[in-house]
C-alpha cells in the first residue's frame, strides 16, 4: 500500500480530542439543557422533557461512538517491523550493472492503515569481468605503390586491436594482410605545348633532345599507343641519334624493365618512323645482332620495340602484341 495514502497518526490524534471534546461539549448542554428545562416546566411536567433530552441522545450517540474510534490506542503499534531486503538477480552475467530489491511490513491496526507496504531499492552490482573478442582494425598502407602510373599493387594489413581480445575472449578471424590496386589512372595524362616549354602531368623534360617524354606502363599494340600518343599531341617515340637512345634504354630499364615500342616500322621493306606529318628516315639505328629480320610469312611482325633480352637494344617484332611504349613530343 502506498505510505502516502496512509493515515497521519498524529493529525489523527489530534481530530480525535477535537471530536472527543466536542462530544463531551454537547453532552453538558444536554445536561444542563435537561435540569434547566425540568426547572422551567414543573408546571407542565418533568417527564416531558426528560423523554425529548434522552431521544436525542440517542440519535447523536452514533456519531460520537465513531468517533471516539478513531482515537488511537497508545499501547499498540500501527505497523510491524520490516522483514529483509529480497535482491532480483543482476541485470548483467558479467561486468558492472544494477539490482532491484524490496520489502515490506504489515499493518497491525485494524483501523488507521489497510495490508502492507513496501520499499524499493536499487543498488550496484558487478560479476566478474566480460570476455571480450577481438576485432580488427581498419586496414592500414603498408608501403608505396608498385608502380607509379598504370595498374600496381599495394600491400595493406590491418591489426586485431579494436578491440583486443581480452579474459579469454575470442581472436579475430581473417586474413591480416592484403594486395590491393593502386594509380589506376593512365601514366603520362594529356599533355599540350604549353607557352613556357614546361612538361607537365607525368612527362618528363629533356632539354638535350628538346622534348618531353612519356614512359607508359599501359599495355597496348602498337597502333593503339600511337593513337594514345597523338591523342597527347605526341608521338610513339621516334630517336634520332645514339645520346638520345641510350638515355631511352636507361630510363626503361629503370623505370618500367620490359619491352617498349617506339615508333619505328616497316614501310615496303624499309623501317621508317611512323609521324603524324609523314614518314621519317632512320638517319640512325641501334639494332641487336641479326637484326631486324623480315618475316614473309608474318606480315605483322614489323614493328619496332626497345628489346630488354639484348640489352635494350631495338628489334622489330609484332605489332599487335600488347606492352608499354615512350611518347614523345617536341618542345
Known sequence: MDRRKLLNVD?????????????????????????TSCLIGLATGCVITVVMTLSLMLIIAPYLQFHNALIPSTGNNVWSSYGDWKWQPCSVTCGHGTQNGDRSRTCLSETLCVGNETEIMTRPCSIGHCKVDGQWSDWIVDGPCSVTCGKGTQNRFRKCSNPYPQNGGKPCTGQRTKQTLCNEQECCPGITK????????????????????????RHASWDNAQTYCRQQKAELSPVYSKAESDWLS??????????????????????????????????????????????????????????QSSSYQWDDFDCGYRQPFVCKNNL
Open 250 to 307: 636507361r630510363k626503361i630499364r629503370t623505370d618500367i624493365g620490359k619491352d617498349v615500342w617506339i615508333g619505328g616500322k616497316n614501310v615496303r621493306y624499309e623501317y621508317k618512323w611512323i609521324l603524324s606529318s609523314g614518314y621519317g628516315r632512320m638517319n640512325f639505328t641501334n639494332w641487336a645482332p641479326n637484326e631486324p629480320v623480315l618475316y614473309p610469312r608474318h606480315k605483322t611482325y614489323i614493328c619496332v620495340q626497345i628489346w
Open 194 to 217: 604549353p607557352d613556357n616549354l614546361q612538361c607537365v602531368n607525368g612527362w618528363i623534360r629533356n632539354d638535350d633532345f628538346n622534348a618531353c617524354y612519356c614512359f607508359s606502363k
Open 11 to 35: 493529525r489523527q490524534n489530534d481530530q480525535a480530542t477535537s471530536y472527543n471534546g466536542n462530544s463531551w461539549s454537547i453532552i453538558r448542554v444536554l445536561y444542563t439543557l435537561k435540569w
